[in-house]
């Protein structure tokens, strides 16, 4: 049933692209904030995260566990639907990289550097090759956190899976002078440890889905920078080992052309297909609901 959850997700995510309209997360960055507001100076950091955490995953459980009982738990069925359509994206990561790849083939610098910097949420290079390797960092990072480590939280826990990895992705995005640097520190790492196991799967993905040598020379490189002490984040790893496995070094400040930018989204798609594969043969063999 996870599996035609995913599916159904997905057809309805290329047909509907209007769905991430709908994906406004404002009602819960608020509902965080009066929290942290209220228990913050009572509270340390860990323990705010979880306060804002458990409540609204509570619902989520609570939820799927009473809808899952009627009608042979159709509405069950649906709601789960329902979430892990709320909790994907915000934003359609193909359609954000096409939109920014048309500005770039018709020469709109301008509206490209605008795209670019709503994409990485930042200010970006302004040289056209060096924002086109912004871009690739951000498509092989943004493919875990939009897709694919929502759906590995939801094939393993259901609603509340996809929930709870998309709610951990909200918070560790609020930034520090806002939120404390305690709280910041607490959400990123929360958010880190969830999405630790699906990057590594979606480097492996990136692996078999292009220059296997280049991405196990990629996932070296930032196991390498671990050990010298520069800190790689479950994004490093991916930028890494994707830049590999498109014959790129993620090191060289060399830019990128916009085909190696297509390349990259066709390699995030590939990896995709590759897990929902192993994923339709487990199910097949009664490993998974």
């Not at 709610?167 to 560790?172: I, K, S, T």
């Not at 339709?280 to 609901?289: D, F, H, S, V, Y």
Request: glycine share 12%.
């Amino acid at each position: 049933m996870k599996l035609i959850a995913i599916l159904i997700v997905l057809v309805l995510e290329y047909f509907l692209g209007h769905l991430q309209e709908l994906r406004q997360p404002g009602w819960f960055l608020r509902y965080a904030d009066e929290m942290r507001e209220r228990f913050g100076s009572d509270w340390g950091g860990p323990a705010t995260v979880a306060l804002v955490l458990v409540p609204a995953l509570t619902v989520v459980v609570l939820l799927q566990a009473l809808l899952g009982t009627v009608l042979f738990g159709l509405p069950g069925f649906v709601f789960a639907i329902g979430v892990l359509v709320y909790c994907i994206g915000p934003r359609d990561l193909e359609g954000d990289v096409q939109s920014y790849l048309d500005a770039r083939e018709v020469g709109d610098e301008a509206r490209a550097q605008h795209l670019a910097e709503a994409f990485l949420s930042g200010a970006v290079p302004t040289d056209p090759a060096q924002r086109d390797r912004a871009l690739l960092g951000g498509v092989l990072e943004q493919a875990n956190e939009r897709v694919f480590g929502v759906f590995f939280w939801f094939v393993l826990l259901g609603a509340a899976g996809a929930a709870v990895f998309r709610m951990a992705a909200l918070l560790q995005d609020q930034n520090e002078r806002h939120v404390g640097a305690g709280y910041q520190a607490a959400a990123g790492f929360f958010y880190e440890l969830l999405a630790w196991i699906p990057a590594r799967l979606l480097v492996l993905g990136y692996a078999l889905s292009g220059s296997f040598d280049g991405a196990y020379h990629g996932w070296r490189r930032a196991s390498e920078s671990q050990h010298e002490g520069v800190p790689v984040s479950a994004p490093g790893t991916l930028i890494y080992s994707g830049f590999g496995a498109l014959d790129l070094d993620a090191d060289q400040p060399a830019g990128v052309e916009p085909a190696d930018l297509a390349n990259g989204l066709r390699l995030v798609r590939r990896a995709l297909l590759i897990w929902l594969t192993v994923l339709a043969l487990l199910t097949l063999a009664g490993w998974t609901g």
